[in-house]
């Protein structure tokens, strides 16, 4: 679900994708449902410059976090995409006294598929002005970094997955995030 005003931003989500072998079909926020979701085997919530405390962005994204709440296939929201999917669960989202854009150290505090085959301890970078303020009814904390103490979370009862982060901008020094995505896309077969 491309939640960014344009496509380039979008693209880095859907080329990670592929590179762990997905095939993406992209649809604009503007088009979400639980049917669109459900049509696919899984869906993938960016980023967006829009603040998820803002009660106009909050109506903007109604139907989109209707989906969230109704779809029964795997979800992965990406920084606002997690932020949002805390909101559609009942959870506040603020905004943070600072803006982060950097690598920061995560802690990984539970096992969990989408972390197959990484350390305890990664870098993964985060670019962000608000965070989530407290896990949501039903979801479980995954990871804390540096930076955000909810880093990752899941629901209890569905692979709901948020990360604050965005793995799809992993690098050569610092590849965790694609391990973060390919197993995220693993769970989809």
């Known amino acids: 679900m491309n939640n960014y005003p344009t496509t380039e931003r979008f693209e880095r989500v859907t080329r990670a994708l592929a590179e762990n072998g997905a095939s993406v079909t992209s649809v604009e926020w503007n088009r979400a449902s639980s049917k669109a979701f459900d ?3 899984g869906a993938v919530l ?22 969230i709440r109704r779809s029964k296939v795997p979800i992965l929201g990406i920084c606002f ?7 559609a669960f009942g959870s506040e989202v603020v ?3 600072r ?3 950097e690598m920061v150290k995560t802690r990984l505090l539970a096992d969990d598929p989408l972390f197959s085959g990484l350390p305890k301890s990664v870098m993964l970078l985060e670019s962000r002005h608000e965070v989530v303020r407290s896990v949501p009814g039903g979801f479980k904390l995954l990871a804390s ?3 955000s103490e909810i880093a990752v979370m899941k629901h209890e009862a569905r692979p709901v997955y948020g990360v604050q982060s965005h793995p ?3 690098t050569l020094e610092n590849p965790a ?11 989809l077969r």
Do not use: C, W
């Open 46 to 67: 960016s980023g967006s410059p829009d603040m998820m405390s803002e009660p106009k962005v909050q109506a903007k994204y109604a139907a989109e976090m209707e989906a």
């Open 177 to 187: 995030g694609k391990t973060v995505i390919g197993n995220f896309v693993q769970l």
């Open 168 to 170: 799809e901008r992993y």
């Open 99 to 101: 803006h982060v854009l």
């Open 95 to 97: 905004k943070d006294s």
């Open 39 to 41: 049509s696919s085997d």
């Open 145 to 147: 970094s540096s930076a």
């Open 81 to 87: 995409g997690h932020q949002m999917i805390a909101r």
